[in-house]
């Protein structure tokens, strides 16, 4: 089977360059790209997600709050999520597409993968790059609590139903899939009577395949625009999908559409 080797630092250089090196909060951002290397995945993308395109009352509201381990509470009859959210942040000023904060509270939009998913989290390299590591993991960690804990609450799951799609999207599916599966089998009487025009550069048995993979990746492309379009914005799939938490329109597409 596998194996792991594990080291252990034998002298007390070793062990100060380890703890200085190693330590987590010194590798916050990666070296190579720039992203950053820590921050909310999967349930806990989703819930923040979700808590911001909902209202709480002042109950539910301060219940979530200490159930995350979170000193803040609510005094208002009913609070918006992005209210919720707000009072985990520092004051800092941020705005990309999804989003936009101003002196620490929500102005517009919700929290999803773009702000504080790993890699892709444009807010913690702005946290990182303002307040510094410390707080940037502490606001971290407070988000994930919260998310987790609203997911948890809310509950979400997904069944065969949540894929059923309208019967006049699965007939313009069915549809495109005929004509490519036409178009392909033209391709291949063609290089069978050896009237294939070959791509620059390319054999007959390359163009061949490229040519049918090209009739292929267009039925891709154009069931996914379709399914993208009338797929309900409600679905739990979406909600993931749209928030980053898990899954693209590609999962949706070859599950309702096309493989099934």
Known sequence: GDEMNIHSPQTEEARAEAKILLDVKMNLMSPKNNTNLVGCIGDAITGNYLLGLHELSKEDANQLLYKSGL??????????????????????????????????EIVKGVIDKTTFGDEDGDLVKELDR??????????????????????????????????DLDEAVIKSGEEII???????????LAYKNGTLESIPGK??????????????????????????????????VNYMIKSGGGGNILNITQMASCVG
């Open 203 to 236: 054999t007959k048995e390359e163009s061949r395949e490229i040519k049918i993979l090209q009739a292929l990746n267009e039925v891709r492309t154009k069931i996914g625009e379709i399914v993208k379009k009338e797929f309900p914005e409600t679905n739990p």
């Open 71 to 104: 000193d803040y509470s609510i005094s208002k009859k009913t609070a918006l999520g992005t209210e919720i959210f707000s009072k985990i942040l520092p004051k800092v000023n941020f705005s990309n597409d999804s989003i936009k904060i101003k002196d620490g």
């Open 178 to 188: 005929r004509k490519a599966e036409k178009k392909t089998e033209e391709l291949i």
């Open 130 to 163: 303002v307040f510094g590591r410390t707080e940037t993991f502490e606001t971290i960690k407070r988000a994930f609590n919260l998310g987790k804990n609203y997911l948890t609450d809310f509950g979400i799951t997904t069944s065969v139903e949540d894929l």
